[in-house]
C-alpha cells in the first residue's frame, strides 16, 4: 500500500539534561523549512561555527532533488542550495565535514531515465559545488553513508539491487571522487543492506547494514571488515531472534567496535 504524504522539514534542538527528572526535555527552539510539497531531512550536523547544515530532499517542481541548507547557532537559515538531475527524483541521505572545512553530500541520484546511481556531492564552505560524481550500474545504486579517511579519499556504503536481491555496496574513492575500488557483499539468496562505513586505526573499513544469510525468514546485523584495498577480511553476523538490522558502527578508544541498530522481539516493535 503506497501513502502520499506532504512532509515539512522541522529541526528542534533540546537541552541536555543528564539530572532531569522527567522524561520531556525542554526545547530551546524549533524552526520548520519548506514550501508547499514534500520537504524532508535526513542528516544533521554541528558545523564549525556553531551553526548547522542538514541535508534531505525538497520537490520544488515534478521530482525530489537533494537539499543542502545552513543555519546559524539559531536554526536561521544561512544559505541553502539545491542539487538535482532532470531524469529521476534524487535524495540526500548524509551530510558530513571535510578536512577543508568545506561538506560532502552522499545519496542517490537519477542519472539517467529508470537508473538510480549513488551520488557524491562536494560543495566549498558556503554551499557552491565543487564536484559531482555518480556511482552504478544500469539499475537502482543507493548511497546510504560516507566518510571522509586518513588519505583524504572516501569510503561510501550502501546498496545496490543490480541483481535478483539487494547486497552490500561498498565504495573508495579519492578525493576528488574517482573510483578507486568498488566491492559487493552478499549473494542472490539473500537480502542484504549497507548502511554505515567507518575507518579503523590499522587502515581498514568497515560496512554494516543487515543480511538475511543465514536465515531467509529474519535479517541479522551484518558486519564486515576489509583491508585498505577493499578485500574482505572477516564478517560477523548478530541476531537469531527475529529481525535485526545495523544502523551505524564506531571503533572506540579501547580498540573494540561498538554498533547501534535495532530488533524486533514482537510482531509489531523493534
Same mark, same amino acid.
Given at each position: 500500500?503506497?501513502?502520499?504524504?506532504?512532509?515539512?522539514?522541522?529541526?528542534?534542538?533540546?537541552?541536555?539534561?543528564?539530572?532531569?527528572?522527567?522524561?520531556?526535555?525542554?526545547?530551546?527552539?524549533?524552526?520548520?523549512?519548506?514550501?508547499?510539497?514534500?520537504?524532508? %531531512?535526513?542528516?544533521?550536523?554541528?558545523?564549525?561555527?556553531?551553526? &548547522?547544515?542538514?541535508?534531505?530532499?525538497?520537490?520544488?517542481?515534478?521530482?525530489?532533488?537533494?537539499?543542502?541548507?545552513?543555519? =546559524?547557532?539559531?536554526?536561521?537559515?544561512?544559505? #541553502?542550495?539545491?542539487f538535482g538531475t532532470d531524469n529521476e527524483n534524487d535524495y540526500g541521505y548524509q551530510v558530513i565535514k571535510t578536512n577543508d572545512n568545506g561538506y560532502v553530500i552522499v545519496?542517490?541520484?537519477?542519472?539517467?531515465?529508470?537508473?538510480?546511481?549513488? *551520488?557524491?556531492?562536494?560543495?566549498?564552505?558556503?554551499?557552491?559545488?565543487?564536484?559531482?560524481?555518480?556511482?552504478?550500474?544500469?539499475?537502482?545504486?543507493?548511497?546510504?553513508? *560516507?566518510?571522509?579517511?586518513?588519505?583524504?579519499?572516501?569510503?561510501?556504503?550502501?546498496?545496490? &539491487?543490480?541483481?535478483?536481491?539487494?547486497? &552490500?555496496?561498498?565504495?573508495?574513492?579519492?578525493?576528488?571522487?574517482?573510483?578507486?575500488? #568498488?566491492?559487493?557483499?552478499?549473494?542472490?539468496?539473500?537480502?542484504?543492506?549497507? #548502511?554505515?562505513?567507518?575507518?579503523? /586505526? =590499522?587502515?581498514?573499513?568497515?560496512?554494516? %547494514? #543487515?543480511? /538475511?544469510?543465514?536465515?531467509?525468514?529474519?535479517?541479522?546485523?551484518?558486519?564486515?571488515?576489509?583491508?585498505s584495498d577493499g578485500n574482505e577480511i572477516w564478517n560477523q553476523t548478530y541476531g537469531g531472534v527475529s529481525y535485526s538490522f545495523g544502523n551505524d558502527v564506531q571503533e572506540?578508544?579501547?580498540?573494540?567496535?561498538?554498533?547501534?541498530?535495532?530488533?524486533? &522481539?514482537?510482531? /509489531?516493535?523493534?
Amino acid at each position: 500500500m503506497k501513502f502520499k504524504a506532504l512532509s515539512i522539514l522541522t529541526l528542534i534542538i533540546l537541552i541536555a539534561a543528564p539530572q532531569m527528572t522527567t522524561a520531556q526535555s525542554d526545547t530551546l527552539w524549533t524552526k520548520i523549512y519548506g514550501g508547499s510539497d514534500d520537504d524532508v %531531512g535526513r542528516s544533521v550536523l554541528q558545523t564549525n561555527d556553531g551553526g &548547522f547544515i542538514f541535508t534531505g530532499y525538497t520537490k520544488p517542481s515534478g521530482l525530489k532533488d537533494i537539499w543542502l541548507v545552513k543555519t =546559524d547557532s539559531n536554526g536561521n537559515e544561512e544559505w #541553502n542550495q539545491t542539487f538535482g538531475t532532470d531524469n529521476e527524483n534524487d535524495y540526500g541521505y548524509q551530510v558530513i565535514k571535510t578536512n577543508d572545512n568545506g561538506y560532502v553530500i552522499v545519496g542517490e541520484a537519477g542519472n539517467a531515465p529508470n537508473d538510480q546511481d549513488v *551520488v557524491l556531492i562536494k560543495v566549498d564552505s558556503d554551499g557552491n559545488e565543487i564536484w559531482t560524481q555518480y556511482y552504478g550500474g544500469s539499475s537502482t545504486d543507493i548511497g546510504q553513508s *560516507v566518510y571522509q579517511t586518513s588519505d583524504n579519499g572516501y569510503i561510501i556504503g550502501g546498496t545496490t &539491487f543490480g541483481g535478483s536481491t539487494p547486497l &552490500f555496496k561498498f565504495l573508495k574513492v579519492d578525493s576528488d571522487g574517482n573510483e578507486i575500488w #568498488n566491492q559487493t557483499f552478499g549473494n542472490n539468496s539473500s537480502n542484504d543492506y549497507g #548502511n554505515s562505513v567507518c575507518e579503523t /586505526s =590499522d587502515g581498514g573499513y568497515l560496512i554494516i %547494514g #543487515n543480511t /538475511s544469510l543465514i536465515d531467509q525468514a529474519r535479517t541479522d546485523i551484518w558486519l564486515i571488515k576489509v583491508d585498505s584495498d577493499g578485500n574482505e577480511i572477516w564478517n560477523q553476523t548478530y541476531g537469531g531472534v527475529s529481525y535485526s538490522f545495523g544502523n551505524d558502527v564506531q571503533e572506540i578508544s579501547d580498540g573494540n567496535l561498538i554498533i547501534v541498530g535495532g530488533t524486533q &522481539f514482537s510482531s /509489531s516493535s523493534y
